[in-house]
């Protein structure tokens, strides 16, 4: 598929969930970048690390889980930052971080279906694939999915979150936060230049 055809099967699948997009957006270049099982995989690790210790996880838990996991390197010096404060108030904007987790397991094949971002995903349920296997079984049991399976999805989701910003009609109902997250993941799996903050 062309990016120009990507562009309107995006289009026309949005419209069909009756959201208004923006049709003077570019297409999605093909920029994108081959990110490897393992390090998606890891920050997919670092994701549940921090949304679990804003829900609550204590700090031997979070030194624990990040020497099991061997994720030390690959946290961001923002998710750092948090990790070693205590808990506040403010904690509550990294469970969105769940959100973005869904999207790298679903790159990773883990989640099956994709599905729309239109509810929170199901965290609990979720985060049984990293408990169950393991960090080494984890990254050894995903089946990463393809350039264009992954670049389809971010073109759609990258529509999406423009009209959400924007506030178009039939985004009414969609949590902002949900849809935010799931273009950051997106984001970082498809853009050369594209960092975690």
Request: one cysteine or more; a negative charge.
């Amino acid at each position: 598929m062309t990016a120009q055809q990507r562009k309107a099967f995006s289009e026309a699948f949005l419209k069909s969930k009756r959201i208004s997009v923006d049709s003077q957006l570019a297409p999605i270049e093909a920029d994108l970048r081959s990110r490897s099982i393992e390090e998606i995989a890891r920050r997919a690790m670092c994701l549940t690390l921090v949304a679990l210790k804003a829900e609550g996880m204590n700090d031997e838990e979070v030194a624990e889980f990040q020497r099991e996991h061997a994720i030390e390197t690959h946290l961001t010096r923002v998710e750092k930052r948090f990790l070693g404060q205590k808990s506040s108030d403010d904690d509550g904007e990294w469970v969105w971080r769940f959100e973005a987790l869904h999207v790298l397991l679903w790159a990773l094949g883990y989640v099956v279906a994709l599905g729309f971002p239109d509810a929170e995903s199901d965290a609990g349920s979720e985060l049984e694939f990293l408990r169950d296997l393991g960090p080494q079984g984890f990254i050894e049991g995903a089946l990463l999915r393809s350039n264009e399976q992954i670049l389809d999805a971010a073109d759609w989701v990258f529509r999406l979150h423009q009209s959400v910003v924007d506030e178009r009609a039939g985004t009414e109902e969609l949590t902002e936060e949900v849809v935010e997250q799931w273009s950051v993941a997106f984001d970082w799996l498809t853009r050369e230049e594209e960092n975690w903050e």
